[in-house]
């Protein structure tokens, strides 16, 4: 039985136009054309591609971003097995050349970490773990629409939603609860410069 197709795979071969299966991602490339490119592992490689864009400050993505995938992980929460979004969403168009620049940058990080994932800690990756991913994403996802975090911008958001997103791809336990781990700083850091940016608000007003 041949060894699945590894997630820089895939994802290499989307950004380049040549997605193996029956869909293929020409010049414009939408959110739709992404999901529809992904195949049997469109969930965690959604949750990749859609925080590989919050590596990088790209004004105005994380809320794109974050839109997507709120939907996507209320889909998770419910056990959906195939996910998908409202006609208007899929046809939104992306910044195809800043998202290439994006995975190339971060696809030779990737494979050095698929050398060391394989399916493991299987209750950490199975379907209660992933409703658990589901929520975590949820958290992620609003933290991205209304935190934006100086300096670094999305970057705790969007490096957990890439963790969380190759454990699941992978069955990786491991990945997942380091996953966990980095939402949980994100939310943490987020929840601070909230707090930061309202008490400031309300000393000003008061």
């Known amino acids: ?32 054309d992404l999901l529809t490119s992904l195949r ?27 839109i997507v995938l709120i939907m996507l992980a209320l889909q998770i929460l419910v056990g959906r097995e195939v996910p998908w979004l409202p006609a208007r969403i899929a046809g939104t168009a992306l910044p195809r050349a800043r998202l290439t620049q994006v995975v190339n940058r971060t ?24 409703r658990l991913v589901g929520f975590a994403v949820l958290v992620l996802a609003v933290l991205l629409i209304i935190v934006p975090i100086p300096w670094i911008g999305s970057m705790p958001q969007g490096l957990a939603l890439c963790v969380l997103g190759l454990g699941l791809t992978e069955r990786d336990g491991l990945l997942v609860v380091a996953g966990f781990v980095l939402a949980a700083i994100a939310t943490a850091v987020s929840a601070g410069i909230g707090y930061t940016i309202v008490a400031s608000a309300l000393s000003v007003l008061f």
Not at 24 to 30: A, D, I, P, Q
Request: glycine fraction near 10%.
């Open 107 to 130: 696809l030779p990080l990737l494979r050095r970490v698929e050398t060391m994932t394989r399916p493991r800690l299987a209750l950490a990756a199975g379907p209660t773990a992933r």
């Open 40 to 66: 049997s592992r469109a969930f965690g490689l959604s949750l990749i591609l859609f925080g590989l864009p919050n590596l990088l400050p790209i004004p105005g993505l994380p809320i794109l971003t974050g």
């Open 1 to 32: 039985m041949p060894a699945p197709e590894k997630t820089s795979h895939i994802i290499a071969a989307l950004m380049s136009a040549k997605a193996s299966g029956d869909s293929e991602v020409f010049g414009s490339l939408t959110v739709g």
